[in-house]
């Protein structure tokens, strides 16, 4: 395989880019549990593993040549990023600052997770786009495609993980009923834009 490092060091910097997946486990970090925390994260790579997948299969080319596949797609997960903005938007958040943190199955943390990373069809162009950059055209195709898959994911499970261990430095803070609010809003607001700009996007 070809340039291996620079395909690690282009797949950590797309991952650590602030996006709805790094919003999401930060907002678990601080107001869940540690294994919803890591359930969601998780079900996120396990999204990006699928993703990947989609990419190398007819699917992936449907979308990448279908104006109207790739539409419908696109318009299903702004809706979804909407809705989960919304959600967050106008949590309800206790008056007591001494509260237990919100208590949630880890599957459906889980399924939110995968849900937030499948609703979105750019990444399968994305990975369409990435993959054949670093793929030695000399080796096995299959065991290169499986290898920089299971990078990224790892990638996406060791940054979201840093991710968790930056957001309980200010975990005291953001769990007070004035924190919990700013950053329910704060959320809310970052995945209707993402929404939005998923609405508005072309590819």
């Not at 650590?16 to 549990?33: D, E, F, K, M, Y």
């Not at 990975?127 to 990078?151: C, E, K, R, V």
Request: some cysteine; proline content about 3%; charged content about 10%.
């Amino acid at each position: 395989m070809e340039n291996y490092l620079m395909y690690v060091v282009v797949a950590a910097l797309t991952i650590v880019s602030p996006g709805p997946g790094v919003i999401l486990t930060i907002n678990n970090a601080i107001q869940r549990r540690a294994s919803n925390t890591l359930s969601g994260i998780f079900g996120i790579a396990t999204g990006v593993l699928t993703v990947s997948v989609l990419s190398a299969t007819s699917i992936g080319v449907i979308l990448a040549t279908s104006a109207a596949a790739f539409t419908v797609v696109k318009l299903i997960g702004a809706a979804y990023l909407i809705y989960l903005g919304i959600k967050m938007w106008g949590a309800q958040v206790p008056l007591s600052a001494h509260i237990e943190l919100k208590e949630k199955s880890n599957a459906k943390c889980y399924i939110e997770g995968l849900s937030l990373t499948l609703s979105n069809p750019k990444p399968i162009l994305f990975f369409m786009s990435l993959f054949p950059q670093f793929i030695d055209s000399h080796g096995s195709y299959i065991a290169q495609f499986i290898t920089l898959s299971l990078t990224f994911c790892c990638l996406v499970i060791a940054i979201h993980s840093g991710y968790v261990f930056l957001a309980r430095f200010a975990k005291n803070k953001l769990l007070e009923p004035k924190g919990r609010r700013a950053l329910n809003k704060v959320s809310g607001s970052v995945f209707m834009c993402f929404g939005v700009g998923l609405a508005a996007s072309s590819k």
